[in-house]
DNA sequence: CGGCGAGTTGAACGTAATCAATTGTCGTGG
DNA sequence: CCACGACAATTGATTACGTTCAACTCGCCG
């Protein structure tokens, strides 16, 4: 069982408006588990035995063709939920990118407890359907997107999600964010190579529209132009 | 006022469920409307003033860039729900790609009805949950598949979701649609261009995985090949 | 029969993929 | 602390797939 009562994401998970027995009650269905980067927790196919809130760290959604080829449809960051409730299997795999915590429940007391909580499906039905709109721009990007238009729009998401990214910038300040992706995974979001992704970005950093002072920190200087690039609205 | 007693769409639309006495109540609280091919209904980012049940017909859900390049994120049958509840603007455009006919509310109505009727909310998740899903794997198909993957992975969606394709495919029948999507709006979803779209349907045509009687309709010859290069799971 | 829009087909082009070599970065052990 | 090895990233050369531009065909309605 868990205390939810100090829990870091509890103002912004699914969890928050519960009452508090609600919360209570939840909290003995969940229990903390932490997992390591690198490490997958679904795989794409199985039993959807599992779901769970992310405490902390960042995860990847996933899914393959037959013949090997990866599409990353989703990254997930701290207070978001994962896993597929009222559903029998999987979607997608889950796979860890940082070392991370969660929240976890059994999908099958998970589902019950949500049944008897309106209000938690409620909050879970908002996410869901923000989740399907973030999708669905993220279809956009694919289908029509030129390899710098999707670099720019990938920053720009990354760097908002992060934290605090647009805040910084109204204030002036250059935006500086640790990108959680290495090369191929950004590759895999954006359907781009390993290579493109490469001269893509040493081009906007020629362009000093971003600045990359080690391989996973980006600085972005220019936030208008790299906007305008990405044909955000 | 609207009576949904004799509703074609009733048992599978997200009113399935309800009560007696909600039905009368959400009954009254929807009109039908006629929407004319062609006709759009909602355009992106306008207030999202209306949510809807789709009686009969079909329609697309399409975003653009701003300088005008389109993709289509969805394509809605009857009995699918569509609008974007609990959300001040509309993600997307939706118009009518046949003449149909749509049960609609007013959203706040809708979401007031909805916040009463945790069953209805229910039922609405699990069809976000479901879109979410097919979104994801529309991502893998837009971000690494090609050309003539796509092609063959429409013409089975499509085939599935207008009825019983499977259906009779494995009653051993030839399978027969009417493809609701123009070769410009295949492309539209696919992230292809018209030429590519055509040349890829030809192409499957000599292989004779497919027929094409009229620029309409499709004839699916061999299933198991499409689904092979579909690489469908 | 003529004209128009949708679709097909062809030729040339361009963007990103692929193949390949090099450089850079980080962690480890000498 | 530096040298080494392994892996990540960059850079270059070539190829290929789908796009673009353009001409042509088909089907349909006036």
């Known amino acids: 069982m868990t205390d939810c009562s100090h829990c ?25 588990q932490k997992v390591r980067r690198g490490q997958t927790l679904v795989w794409e196919g199985d039993e959807a035995l599992v779901v769970a809130n992310v405490i902390s760290g960042i995860l990847k959604l ?18 978001d939920f994962i896993g597929r409730p009222f559903g029998k299997e999987s979607p997608h795999s889950v796979t860890a990118l940082t070392d991370a915590e969660l929240c976890v429940f059994t999908r099958s007391a998970f589902d019950g407890f949500a049944r008897q909580h309106p209000d938690l499906q409620n909050r879970l039905l ?16 694919l289908g029509k997107k ?13 760097s908002d999600r992060m934290g605090d990214g647009a805040a910084k910038a ?15 995974q950004m ?11 490469s001269r893509q970005l040493t081009k906007l950093k020629g362009a ?19 906007r305008n690039l990405a044909l955000a609205a």
Chains 1, 2 share one sequence.
């Open 126 to 141: 908002m996410r869901t359907l923000t989740e399907l709109d973030r999708a669905r721009h993220w279809m956009l990007l």
């Open 146 to 158: 030129t390899a710098s238009e999707r670099i720019a729009s990938l920053l720009l998401e990354v």
């Open 62 to 79: 996933s899914i393959s063709t037959a013949d090997g080829r990866e599409q990353i449809v989703g990254v997930v960051f701290p207070s």
């Open 187 to 197: 590759g895999d979001v954006l359907g781009l190579t390993i290579e493109t992704v």
């Open 208 to 226: 000093e529209m971003i600045d990359l002072p080690n391989r996973r920190t980006v600085v972005i200087q220019d936030r208008a132009r790299l």
């Open 8 to 32: 870091p994401v509890g103002d912004s998970a699914i969890c928050a408006g519960l009452s508090a027995e609600a919360l209570e009650c939840l909290g003995h269905l969940g229990r903390k």
């Open 170 to 184: 109204a204030a002036g300040l250059p935006e500086v964010f640790e990108m959680p992706l290495d090369r191929q």
